[in-house]
């Protein structure tokens, strides 16, 4: 099933959307992560994720409240439906313990969100031949699986 059937299938069940528009994106630097992390919302283990919000190229949309997004695995296909309910810039030495238990990863704690996103960022950072530091601004974004 392609992501617009998917988008399509999706409307036809839920009367109440009423919107055309959605973001379709995978989560995760490798496919096998990306498969990990479509899992983890479909199971509804992982309620939220943090992008570096200076990373986002001027024809990219930043997330907000109230879109829908269709989470994809690592090979491109459609998983789940989420939609977002809160999107916060927060300097990347400021997320909270709460953010990175909702994130939904490893143990769950803070010290392991900040050592996986420090590398993933770093790298993120590195190919657009810029320097990651502690207090990149980062959207902090907290949304439900409604499929």
């Known amino acids: 099933m392609t992501v617009e059937e998917f988008w399509q299938h999706f ?3 839920h009367p109440e959307v009423t919107t055309d528009h959605y973001d379709a994106y995978g989560m995760g630097s490798t496919d096998a992560f990306a498969d990990q992390l479509a ?3 479909k199971r509804g283990q992982k309620t939220a994720t943090t992008s570096a919000k200076d990373l986002y190229t001027p024809e990219e ?3 907000f409240v109230g879109e829908y ?3 994809l695995d690592g090979s491109n296909h459609p998983v789940c439906v989420t939609q977002t309910k809160v ?4 300097p990347f030495d400021q997320v909270s313990a709460e953010h990175a238990y909702h994130e939904g990863e490893g143990d769950r704690t803070l010290a392991y969100w900040r050592d996986v996103h420090r590398k993933v960022f770093s790298s993120f950072y590195q190919q657009c031949h810029r320097e990651f530091n502690e207090q990149i601004p980062c959207l902090c974004e907290v949304f439900e699986r409604v499929d």
Request: charged share 10%; glycine share 0%.
């Open 11 to 13: 409307k036809a069940t």
């Open 39 to 41: 899992l983890l919302i």
């Open 61 to 63: 949309a930043f997330p």
């Open 69 to 71: 997004n269709v989470i």
């Open 87 to 90: 999107v916060e810039t927060i």
